[in-house]
């Protein structure tokens, strides 16, 4: 079956460093990646949606300056979070979704930050 | 979008039947009924969907209502790897470039 594969699974970083993590379809091409991210004991947040070749689309409230997302090809999409600070720590977890529809998740990111 | 609504938690014995119920009363007619499971510290994993007939996989199966207005993930006899959180999501018949919204879910425990 389809295979999103997301790295790193955990990373602490200093505040004010920036961290990219990677999500890879390995076995399809998607074309459409989300990217969620959850806190502790909640539900799973949509950050942004990104198109192969296009420009992210944000949800409300998310920084689009903090959270870079790119997906520059069919296969990889990364979101870096910039000048991270201890409220950004969370679960990161991307989807990719392709041309026949389906969403499979990646394994998630567990980002502290100190 | 239609909102599902499902408990916010149940307990099964292992090795027993487990059914999950799930509300959805504003569902449209298009709209797919879709189940996710999500492990502890992991990223969420398909069940198992549905638009307006029961169904099976090896996974679990899926009864839908006939008025469509609420449906029920049966687990045929859980074990302890079944516990998670399973979320029941409404989606658009096509799934390209809409994102899955998750609501609050049901934590499933299951006992030994």
């Known amino acids: 079956g389809a295979v999103v594969s997301q790295h790193p699974s955990w990373v602490i970083c200093k505040s004010g460093t920036s961290v990219k993590i990677e999500c890879r379809s390995l076995?399809?091409?998607?074309?459409?990646m989300f990217w969620y991210r959850q806190f502790p004991k909640q539900s799973l947040m949509l950050m942004a949606t990104?198109?192969?070749?296009?420009?992210?689309?944000?949800e409300q409230g998310v920084e689009k300056d903090k959270f870079l997302i790119n997906h520059a090809s069919l296969t990889l999409s990364t979101l870096t979070v910039t000048s991270a600070h201890p409220e950004d720590s969370s679960f990161y977890i991307c989807?990719?979704?392709?041309?026949?529809?389906?969403?499979?998740f990646g394994s998630g990111t567990r980002l502290t930050v100190v | 979008d239609a909102k599902t609504t499902q408990p916010n938690s149940m307990e099964s014995n292992e090795e027993e039947p487990v059914h999950l119920p799930c509300n959805h009363s504003?569902?449209?007619?298009?709209?797919?009924i879709h189940w996710y499971r999500q492990l502890p510290s992991q990223g969420p994993e398909y069940v198992i969907h549905?638009?307006?007939s029961n169904v099976n996989n090896r996974m679990a199966s899926l009864a839908i209502a006939e008025d469509r207005k609420s449906s029920t993930l049966i687990l045929h006899r859980a074990t302890l790897r079944d516990a998670a959180v399973y979320y029941c999501?409404?989606?658009?018949?096509?799934?390209?470039?809409?994102?899955?919204?998750f609501g609050k879910g049901t934590s499933l425990l299951v006992t030994p």
């Open positions: 989807s990719g979704s392709g041309v026949d529809g389906g969403y499979t």
């Open positions: 999501i409404l989606t658009k018949n096509s799934n390209s470039g809409y994102a899955l919204n």
């Open positions: 990104s198109n192969e070749g296009s420009k992210a689309t944000y």
């Open positions: 549905g638009l307006t």
């Open positions: 504003t569902i449209s007619g298009t709209d797919y």
């Open positions: 076995d399809f091409q998607a074309t459409t």
